[in-house]
């Protein structure tokens, strides 16, 4: 899987390289933006930070409209990943674009959107801002179909619950996510962050673990569905 993924990052350089030489825009926006997609579910949001913006900076002077929807969504899933404080900061910036661009665009990426604003919300401690997009996004992810896509809700989701107090709850469900094997390797990462981040003390991380072994997938929705209702 490594190997083919750096085989992959190589060609699109190398077309994106070769199609600014001929001044095949378009080709190299493309290519750019496959990059970009390609590395932040690898975990290596910076790079795909790098390349996506070089790519929407080429939509942008060019007239590329067509490309920008699906640009400016892996854009804001690289400053997902990146998470620090300077890259939540550009995210809330460019959340307007995205609205904008997407209030009628595909759902995977009206998905991305309304996760990208629920994460925004809880990041700057306004949990109950957080649960009317987190539950948007669920349902969205489920009436796709996309597993992983619903599970990378859940750090989310724990992040609003940390944020209003409910420690323990998002400690069950960090532990629960770092445990599935059908999660995205950067959500379980980022999992493991907030965890290492929250602290818990080792018999708090004991009840974690074992109340994360009893929750399944459908709880997640359940419990987004009370919190949106002021009850959870």
Known sequence: ?????AEAELGYRRVAQLAEARGSVRLQALALLNLGSLLHPMGQGRAAREALESALA????????A???????????????????EAVAALRALLPRLQATLA??????????????????????HARQA??????????????GLRPAQL???????EAWAASGQRRRAL?????????????DA???????????????EDEAAEATMAGAGLAPDDLGRALDEAAQGVG
């Open 131 to 144: 649960w009317p997009p987190l539950q948007t996004a669920w349902r969205e992810a489920q009436a796709l």
């Open 152 to 158: 990378s809700l859940v750090n989310v989701a724990a």
């Open 172 to 184: 069950a469900w960090l532990a629960w996510l770092q445990a599935q094997p059908q999660a995205w």
């Open 1 to 5: 899987m490594a190997g083919r993924v």
């Open 58 to 65: 080429l939509m942008d002077r060019h007239g590329l409209h």
């Open 104 to 125: 009628a665009g595909e759902a995977p990426l009206r998905q991305a959107l309304h996760q990208a604003s629920a994460l925004l919300h809880a990041r700057h401690g």
């Open 187 to 201: 959500d379980r990462r980022e999992a493991g962050r907030l965890w290492a981040r929250l602290r818990p003390a």
């Open 67 to 85: 490309l920008q929807p699906h640009a400016l969504a892996n854009l804001a899933g690289a400053l997902l990943e990146i998470g620090d404080t």
